[in-house]
């Protein structure tokens, strides 16, 4: 069974920086972030998968880093230049499958409970 535990979300001022946590237990392929703001679709932001591949949303490229250290089994995004507009809660999700640096939500069976990033004016 995999557990993904998210930390590291916050308030930040436009422009600003947080870094994002997920410690993963358990075999998984690729790593996902996901968010989604209130009354929107969970969209995909970035992913990794195990031998490196990254994949981003458009809306994120050259601002936000995915990243993966296999002996603290921790994924990482780090985010810089925020807007109001990344203002969500941030899920991390895993898959075991081999399916790459996917950003296809319904790709994922494991998922994070949340972690609410808010970047104000």
């Known amino acids: 069974q995999v557990t993904l535990v998210e930390s590291g979300g916050g308030s930040v001022q436009s422009g600003g920086s947080l870094r994002l946590f997920c410690v993963v237990s358990?075999?998984?392929?690729?790593v996902g972030w996901f968010r989604q703001a209130p009354g929107k679709e969970r969209e995909g932001v970035a992913a990794?998968?195990?031998?490196?591949?990254?994949n981003y949303a458009v809306s994120v490229k050259g601002r936000f880093t995915i990243s993966r250290d296999g002996a603290k089994n921790t994924v990482y995004l780090q985010m810089s230049s925020l807007k109001p507009e990344d203002t969500a809660m941030y899920y991390c999700?895993?898959?075991?499958?081999?399916?790459?640096?996917?950003?296809?939500?319904?790709?994922?069976?494991?998922w994070g409970q949340g972690t609410q990033v808010t970047v104000s004016l």
């Open positions: 999700a895993a898959t075991d499958q081999l399916y790459g640096a996917t950003l296809i939500r319904s790709l994922y069976k494991f």
């Open positions: 358990g075999y998984t392929y690729s």
């Open positions: 990794i998968d195990r031998i490196g591949n990254t």
